[in-house]
């Protein structure tokens, strides 16, 4: 079928001269639910960043580094490919449409900041033309919501809702993100893939009562009397456009995250808008004694899993029977034994040897390859577990590694320790920090083209804000309790990836007052066989073992099989004799 055809007919009815299609929801998350996978339906892109421009006579897309190989596999032709941080899609209109021409829409998937860049007519579209064409589109989530119990939260809703409460400059706040709300109101669901979160709108007042815009499907008669007690009304989703026309006072909405059709509603109805970040960002972000101990227990159960999997691994003949689709299974399979496991927090990462140079490759039956005693494997992986939210990448030689993949290998593991052994004064930002982990790779001409770090939830979303350590500059502080990964790589396209990726938490130092550092978190050993031992410092050789040692004492007092840690041992006493 060709979708282009319909859709330029519909542009043409309407007067218009392009189409604007981002792939996100209602919600502006970065996991969506199989029925708001637009873009996917209409150009084949499965990434999870990704935009098109439909014009008359023109098809646009536009992604970031860690999908142009992807983007490249699986787009048609037709479509012209940009990296979004070469040529943003503001750009190519203001290049390709003249001042008079229309662009059409959908209110419900941008918001004020994202259209203030296009300086073209716009014109909002409801319903989105793209449903109507989606004639096999699936229906949307209907699980069951479920209240996150107090010992995993470590805080009751009643004590976060007065806390955000407090800093509200309007008599309510409108909030649209769903995992702000998951956070704020201790609620997880099954909406979308591997994040457990329930799509909902929530309006919080000065006194701490809310009330929730949800899909009343999801909530059992236990979630309405909980919510019910806590001060909240639970209210069809269907409702918040009138619900909004009634409220009185001023309001309070994040402009990066609300979707402009109710920010439109806000306006008609004359309610005094002010304009602030989400305020359940930072909150979020810093976890609490409870959370921070959560996360060390998932670490535990992942570190587990993940030492069982490389042992089952190395010891299998890899003579066609194992694959990337199959080994991914298998590591699944061993997190399921883990305990308070809920789901991954993403799909696996399963990339061998050229696939591993595809930054986030998605493994199918169709494009699975057997894994074989040569080249490397790059697993990146991640456990959504009741305490917590993990992501770990390793990088392995199956066969013998070249020099050149060992000097790669050993400069991603400079700047990935660099990172871990840094400290920094408070007020440090991540973007600040970002280069220590590039600079080995910088040494020799190379480098990579995404961030080094990520915020991460506590059984939430596995990339969270405001935190982060990348070349875009940033204005949030590193505070202690914060989570996020220190993940830097290297690929060379057609041949191999090397990503290393641990999660780690910002400490405060006790000996240097006002100054943090990182503690490391992840607890799965790193290929000795490909470290370049003359280019690692006695320093770093010393970081090394000592990271082993700690995986070998924390995992062999938990319920977990002695093999694997005796053969790490073996190996570290040959590394530190060379």
Sequence with gaps: ???????????????????????????????????????????GFTGSAGFAIISRDKAAFFTDGRY??????????????????????????????????????????????????????????????????????????????????????????????????????????????CDSIAWLLNIRGNDVPHVPLVHSICLLR?????????????????????????GGRLIEMSQILPHLKTIKGSCQIDPQTLPMILLHTLEQAGIKIIRESDPCLLPKALKNAVELKGAKHAHIQDGI????????????????????????????????????????????????GPHGAIIHYGVTPESS????????YLLDSGGQYLTGTTDVTRTIALGKPTAEQKDRYTRVLKGHIALAQ??????????????????FLWQVGCDYDHGTGHGVGSYLSVHEGPQGIS??????????????????????????????????TVIELPHLKGFYGFETLTLVPLDLNLIEDFLLTDQESTWVKQYHERIAQVLSSSV???????????????FLSK
């Design 369 to 376: 390859i057997p894994l074989k005693r040569e080249g490397l």
């Design 471 to 504: 070349k875009q500059a940033s204005a949030v502080p590193l505070k202690p309790g914060m989570i996020l990964s220190n993940e830097p790589g290297y690929y060379k396209e057609g041949e191999y990836g090397i990503r290393i990726e641990s999660l780690v």
């Design 206 to 230: 000065k006194d701490h009562t809310y009330d929730l815009f949800v899909d009343l499907r999801k909530a059992n008669d236990d979630v309405m009397k909980g919510l019910g007690k806590s």
């Design 305 to 352: 899993a993940l030492n069982r999997f490389f042992e089952w691994l190395y010891a299998q003949p890899l003579e066609g029977e194992t694959t990337e689709l199959t080994a991914a299974q298998k590591l699944y399979e061993f997190r399921q034994e883990g305990n308070l496991l809920q789901d991954l927090s993403f799909e696996t990462i399963s990339g061998f």
């Design 422 to 439: 840094a400290i920094f004064p408070e007020g440090t930002t991540g973007s600040q920090l970002d280069s220590l982990a590039r600079q």
């Design 560 to 574: 977990f099989s002695s093999k694997a840690i005796i053969a790490y041992e073996e190996n570290f006493n040959t």
């Design 1 to 43: 079928m060709n979708k282009l055809k319909p859709l330029r007919e519909f542009i043409e009815h309407q007067g218009l001269s392009a189409l604007l299609i981002p792939r996100t929801d209602e919600f502006q998350g970065e996991y969506i639910a199989p029925c708001s996978q637009r873009l996917a339906w209409l150009t």
């Design 68 to 177: 142009s190989l992807q983007a490249q596999q699986e787009l048609p032709s037709f479509y012209e490919r940009y990296n979004i941080s070469q040529k943003s899609p503001s750009q190519w209109v203001l290049e390709n449409l003249s001042t008079q021409d229309k662009v059409g829409y959908d209110p419900w998937l941008f918001t004020e900041a994202q259209l203030k860049k296009y300086e073209r007519p716009l014109v909002a579209l409801t319903p989105n033309p793209i449903d109507h064409l989606w004639v096999d589109r699936p229906s949307p989530p209907q699980d069951l919501m479920r209240r996150h119990p107090l010992k995993y939260a470590g805080e009751n809703d009643e004590s976060k809702r007065a806390r955000i409460a407090l800093t509200l400059e309007a008599d309510q706040l409108l909030l649209t993100s």
